[in-house]
């Protein structure tokens, strides 16, 4: 796991900065914009209490303005400002975690408020420039700056050993990792206009409540406010890292307008290619992405599997569901060969599912995926979009639990998508070559002699050349067909593996695009 953020993850984290960092007051403006109650008597309502007040008031940012030594720094002099291992919140205590700062700078502009809270009482955690050292001396100043964001920290590789484990950095972006993971994929606390043509508004969490946990205890609590031209809210975190690092998250909202493409529990990744979508990339690895596919767990039970792309153009997909039972980015590629990068260790991202707690009703799960060039950009974002908007002036709460791991948290009794390759057809420059790989429980429990058989369907074009094949490999089955669009330029596939008796593995999805 790294230590420390990474170039491509600072530039992908920082991505939505520029707009959600509109421009506003200093610390020391907190209460007149709003912020009214957030020292002192400190419970579960104060964060939710200061939302409301906001979002009834308009919108002013936090003070972005910088002394002009750091107004510009560069990639590698915000690096080089580095907090002290010797200074971290909790260092003296003896507790399950602590905590690391920020400095302000490089894409990381707004001044975020940061408190601690002790015995039912908020307190500023104090700023001073001996926080941090100084690859650059020049770039120490001794004014009250305050700081960009947070990192937690865990013993959670090696006993004894404080290691980051979760980065709270850059509008309302964050990210987690399990046990033995690099990071990843992030998540955000609310999207607004994600893939609309006219622009997305990015919320920031522009201040955080850090409730010090007791000896022993192997949790942490964390509230974020949050902020944008269009909404307020009031977010609860709370996070025990293991094997899975685990978020229980408690979001109220409150809309200053009327949001009709609002975004609950978004996740945020990369993908650049893999053998089912590598046309246009040149490159020596046989994939490099943070995320494979979107896997879906609908109210009425049925499992889908989305493999990710890269397309040439713009792509929103929708997947209209009740009552959703989950849904995440996920990273099934778990061997070094998959990738062959020994920097990135892409087999080593977490996978993020996203379970709902409670009925989130009717509306999406929306899939934006975006032309990137490189593995520099964040390119896929997914979250649920509730059927209704968000009216100004009302109050909506969504609770959910994200898991940071290895896998999705639940087991199936289906068997599961291994692997999409996509490719030409040998003699016929109008078709695809479609491979698809199924393997796990069904075929441990079934009778050998069990006759399986693919169940394709295609929204244009025309499907043939069907097969299925044992697949002694992966002690599954494999299933491969031609596609032939003809004229079309957006065709849904889906198909199922299926016995005499019915279906018995997850349903594969695909959008095919020129």
């Given at each position: 796991?790294?230590?420390?953020?990474?170039?491509?993850?600072?530039?992908?984290?920082?991505?939505?900065?520029?707009?959600?960092?509109?421009?506003?007051?200093?610390?020391?403006?907190?209460?007149?914009?709003?912020?009214?109650?957030?020292?002192?008597?400190?419970?579960?309502?104060?964060?939710?209490?200061?939302?409301?007040?906001?979002?009834?008031?308009?919108?002013?940012?936090?003070?972005?303005?910088?002394?002009?030594?750091?107004?510009?720094?560069?990639?590698?002099?915000?690096?080089?400002?580095?907090?002290?291992?010797?200074?971290?919140l909790w260092h003296?205590?003896?507790?399950?975690?602590?905590?690391?700062?920020?400095?302000?700078?490089?894409?990381?502009?707004?001044?975020?408020?940061?408190?601690?809270?002790?015995?039912?009482?908020?307190?500023?955690?104090?700023?001073?420039?001996?926080?941090?050292?100084?690859?650059?001396?020049?770039?120490?100043?001794?004014?009250?700056?305050?700081?960009?964001?947070?990192?937690?920290?865990?013993?959670?590789?090696?006993?004894?050993?404080?290691?980051?484990?979760?980065?709270?950095?850059?509008?309302?972006?964050?990210?987690?990792?399990?046990?033995?993971?690099?990071?990843?994929?992030?998540?955000?606390?609310?999207?607004?206009?994600?893939?609309?043509?006219?622009?997305?508004?990015?919320?920031?969490?522009?201040?955080?409540?850090?409730?010090?946990?007791?000896?022993?205890?192997?949790?942490?609590?964390?509230?974020?406010?949050?902020?944008?031209?269009?909404?307020?809210?009031?977010?609860?975190?709370?996070?025990?890292?293991?094997?899975?690092?685990?978020?229980d998250v408690e979001?109220?909202?409150?809309?200053?307008?009327?949001?009709?493409?609002?975004?609950?529990?978004?996740?945020?990744?990369?993908?650049?290619?893999?053998?089912?979508?590598?046309?246009?990339?040149?490159?020596?690895?046989?994939?490099?992405?943070?995320?494979?596919?979107?896997?879906?767990?609908?109210?009425?039970?049925?499992?889908?599997?989305?493999?990710?792309?890269n397309p040439l153009?713009?792509?929103?997909?929708?997947?209209?569901?009740?009552?959703?039972?989950?849904?995440?980015?996920?990273?099934?590629?778990?061997?070094?060969?998959?990738?062959?990068?020994?920097?990135?260790?892409?087999?080593?991202?977490?996978?993020?599912?996203?379970?709902?707690?409670?009925?989130?009703?009717?509306?999406?799960?929306?899939?934006?995926?975006?032309?990137?060039?490189?593995?520099?950009?964040?390119?896929?974002?997914?979250?649920?979009?509730?059927?209704?908007?968000?009216?100004?002036?009302?109050?909506?709460?969504?609770?959910?639990?994200?898991?940071?791991?290895?896998?999705?948290?639940?087991?199936?009794?289906?068997?599961?998508?291994?692997?999409?390759?996509?490719?030409?057809?040998?003699?016929?420059?109008?078709?695809?070559?479609?491979?698809?790989?199924?393997?796990?429980?069904?075929?441990?429990?079934?009778?050998?002699?069990?006759?399986?058989?693919?169940?394709?369907?295609?929204?244009?074009?025309?499907?043939?050349?069907?097969?299925?094949?044992?697949?002694?490999?992966?002690?599954?089955?494999?299933?491969?067909?031609?596609?032939?669009?003809?004229?079309?330029?957006?065709?849904?596939?889906?198909?199922?593996?299926?016995?005499?008796?019915?279906?018995?593995?997850?349903?594969?999805?695909?959008?095919?695009?020129?």
């Amino acid at each position: 796991m790294s230590s420390s953020v990474q170039r491509r993850d600072l530039i992908r984290i920082g991505a939505g900065v520029t707009l959600a960092s509109l421009a506003g007051g200093a610390a020391h403006q907190a209460r007149a914009e709003g912020l009214d109650g957030a020292t002192g008597t400190f419970d579960e309502m104060t964060v939710r209490q200061i939302a409301r007040r906001l979002a009834n008031a308009p919108y002013h940012g936090p003070d972005q303005s910088l002394p002009k030594v750091l107004d510009n720094l560069n990639f590698d002099q915000f690096r080089s400002i580095a907090y002290r291992d010797d200074r971290t919140l909790w260092h003296e205590d003896n507790l399950a975690f602590d905590v690391a700062f920020f400095p302000r700078g490089f894409l990381y502009r707004p001044r975020i408020d940061i408190f601690e809270v002790k015995d039912g009482k908020s307190a500023p955690v104090p700023y001073s420039p001996d926080l941090f050292s100084y690859g650059d001396p020049s770039l120490k100043v001794e004014d009250n700056l305050g700081f960009a964001g947070l990192r937690l920290r865990t013993p959670i590789n090696t006993p004894g050993v404080m290691e980051e484990f979760c980065v709270f950095l850059g509008a309302s972006y964050f990210r987690a990792v399990a046990k033995g993971q690099n990071y990843g994929l992030s998540a955000r606390g609310f999207a607004d206009g994600t893939g609309d043509p006219k622009g997305e508004e990015f919320a920031l969490f522009r201040a955080f409540w850090l409730e010090k946990p007791q000896p022993g205890v192997q949790a942490v609590v964390v509230h974020a406010l949050l902020d944008s031209p269009s909404v307020a809210g009031a977010f609860r975190f709370t996070i025990r890292p293991g094997d899975a690092t685990v978020f229980d998250v408690e979001s109220t909202l409150y809309p200053r307008t009327k949001i009709e493409q609002s975004g609950i529990a978004p996740l945020t990744g990369m993908f650049y290619f893999d053998a089912n979508d590598r046309n246009h990339v040149d490159d020596w690895r046989p994939a490099a992405h943070d995320s494979e596919a979107l896997q879906m767990w609908a109210g009425s039970g049925q499992e889908l599997f989305r493999p990710l792309r890269n397309p040439l153009d713009l792509q929103f997909s929708a997947f209209s569901d009740d009552s959703p039972r989950g849904f995440g980015l996920m990273q099934r590629r778990r061997n070094f060969h998959d990738f062959e990068d020994l920097s990135l260790n892409y087999e080593k991202r977490p996978s993020l599912w996203i379970e709902p707690i409670g009925d989130w009703g009717q509306g999406w799960v929306d899939l934006v995926e975006i032309p990137t060039p490189n593995e520099v950009n964040d390119n896929i974002v997914s979250f649920w979009r509730p059927k209704a908007p968000l009216v100004a002036g009302k109050e909506y709460s969504f609770t959910y639990r994200m898991y940071w791991g290895w896998d999705a948290p639940f087991p199936t009794p289906l068997a599961r998508i291994g692997a999409t390759r996509v490719g030409a057809v040998v003699d016929d420059k109008t078709a695809r070559f479609f491979a698809i790989d199924f393997m796990g429980v069904p075929f441990e429990r079934l009778p050998k002699d069990t006759r399986f058989h693919l169940e394709p369907q295609a929204s244009a074009g025309k499907i043939r050349n069907v097969v299925v094949e044992p697949n002694p490999n992966i002690n599954g089955w494999r299933t491969t067909f031609e596609f032939v669009p003809g004229d079309e330029k957006v065709v849904e596939l889906r198909c199922v593996l299926a016995t005499e008796t019915g279906p018995v593995s997850e349903e594969w999805v695909y959008r095919w695009t020129p």
